[in-house]
T-cell receptor
Framework: NAGVTQTPKFQVLKTGQSMTLQCAQD?????MYWYRQDPGMGLRLIYY???????DKGEVPNGYNVSRLNKREFSLRLESAAPSQTSVYFC????????????FGNGTRLTVT | GESVGLHLPTLSVQEGDNSIINCAYS??????FIWYKQESGKGPQFIID?????DKRQGQRVTVLLNKTVKHLSLQIAATQPGDSAVYFC????????????FGKGTKLSVKP
C-alpha cells in the first residue's frame, strides 16, 4: 500500500517548456488535489477533483491544467512553464466527504529557469 | 476571506518537555480541523483531526484542543522527542459543499537534546 505516489521527484525546466506531473493513489479515494507550496505562503490549492470525471479550480489555477484520468490518477500539466511556477507541488487524496483528512504524496520539486 | 494563521512561526523546546503549537482561524463556520507534520523533503503527514462538535481529542502523545469561542486551535505534544522536529500546519475545512482545506503557514518545532 504505497498511498499517494508522485513522479517525478525533481524537475528542471526552461521557460516556455511544458511538462506533466503524475499522481496516483491506491486508497480508493474519491477526491484528489494538487497544491503548491512556496516559502512563507503555505499550501495553496491549484485544482481538485471531487470525484472521477469532475475537476474544479482552486485558489491559484492560472497556468495549469489537470486531468482526472481515472479514479486512481490525477495529473497536473504546465503548458508553458514560467519562473513563477518554481515551487514544490503536492498531490493529495481523501475519501471525499468534508470531514476526512487529506493524504499527501512526497512532492515534486520543480525549478523553472 | 477566511484565513488560518499561527501565533508563533518557530518554537524551540527541550527534549522531554511538552510542546504547544497554536493556531487561530477566522471562519466561524469551519466544522473540521486537522494538524499535519511536515519533515524536510517530505509531504505533510496527518497527525490528528477534530470536528467542531468536540473540544478535545487525544492521540498517541498528541492532544488537539478546540476553542470555538475564540476560534483557536492548539496541538500539544507530550514528552517531545528529537523525531518531533518538523514544521506543523493546522488546516480548517472551509466553506462550500466541498469543504476544501485551508492551511496555515506553519510553525517550525525544534527539539534540543
Amino acid at each position: 500500500n504505497a498511498g499517494v505516489t508522485q513522479t517525478p521527484k525533481f524537475q528542471v525546466l526552461k521557460t516556455g517548456q511544458s511538462m506533466t506531473l503524475q499522481c496516483a493513489q491506491d486508497m480508493n479515494h474519491n477526491s484528489m488535489y494538487w497544491y503548491r507550496q512556496d516559502p512563507g505562503m503555505g499550501l495553496r490549492l491549484i485544482y481538485y477533483s471531487a470525484s472521477e470525471g469532475t475537476t474544479d479550480k482552486g485558489e491559484v489555477p492560472n497556468g495549469y491544467n489537470v486531468s482526472r484520468l481515472n479514479k486512481r490518477e490525477f495529473s497536473l500539466r504546465l503548458e508553458s512553464a514560467a519562473p513563477s511556477q518554481t515551487s514544490v507541488y503536492f498531490c493529495a487524496s481523501r475519501r471525499g466527504d468534508r470531514g476526512s483528512p487529506l493524504h499527501f504524496g512526497n512532492g515534486t520539486r520543480l525549478t523553472v529557469t | 476571506g477566511e484565513s488560518v494563521g499561527l501565533h508563533l512561526p518557530t518554537l524551540s523546546v527541550q527534549e522531554g518537555d511538552n510542546s504547544i503549537i497554536n493556531c487561530a482561524y477566522s471562519n466561524s463556520a469551519s466544522d473540521y480541523f486537522i494538524w499535519y507534520k511536515q519533515e524536510s523533503g517530505k509531504g505533510p503527514q496527518f497527525i490528528i483531526d477534530i470536528r467542531s462538535n468536540m473540544d478535545k481529542r487525544q492521540g498517541q502523545r498528541v492532544t488537539v484542543l478546540l476553542n470555538k469561542t475564540v476560534k483557536h486551535l492548539s496541538l500539544q505534544i507530550a514528552a517531545t522527542q528529537p523525531g518531533d522536529s518538523a514544521v506543523y500546519f493546522c488546516a480548517e475545512s472551509g466553506g462550500g459543499s466541498q469543504g476544501n482545506l485551508i492551511f496555515g503557514k506553519g510553525t517550525k518545532l525544534s527539539v534540543k537534546p
